[in-house]
């Protein structure tokens, strides 16, 4: 798959890239698998060779950004008015490299714009800016992502393994990650209870 997360700099858009760019991927309940049980997945890109996400309700237990500015040896002081803020598991895939997913008003050059709401950014300044109270007002900070080969997400989505529906700057950044999944759930009018007894009978 090319790198989609590499495409269209200069702040342009890729939202016309794939039909799932921009939209999220709630689990349907009966997804038992650990990994991607009640995960809720943005996708940051979609074309014929396949589609990247990020988890956005998953956080990297006991890793906080503080240490993660530690770890990338940046020499930063983390103001203490970000309030320690979570570090999101984006998915198994390349775990050790990070993603912004954030607010438009912030932009560098390396800023990919995924629609009117959202960006995306992956690079080191944007972190130093964020640990200086100076990057985008909402943000997630992620390691790893998830990735689809061609075709492989179009299969699971004919599979019920996935509901789509639409991003919402509350429900990506202001809805608590432990709510994010019955929140997505509820947007759509989806009793999760309800639906995996009918599914069961099915």
Known sequence: MKNIMNQHRNNTSITNEGYLTGKLLIAMP???ETLFKKTVI???GHDTEGAIGLIINKNI???LFKDLIAQLHLNIEVSESLNHPKVYYGGPVEITRGFVLHSPDYKIDSTV????HICITSTLEILRALAKKQGPENSLVCLGYTGWTAGQLETEIQDNDWIIIDATDDLIFK???EEKWHHSMAAIG?????LSIEIGHA
């Open 30 to 32: 009966f997804m038992q």
């Open 42 to 44: 943005y996708i940051c």
């Open 61 to 63: 237990r006991n890793f």
């Open 113 to 116: 714009v995924l629609d009117k």
């Open 175 to 177: 809805t608590s990650l």
């Open 190 to 194: 989806v009793d999760p209870a309800t």
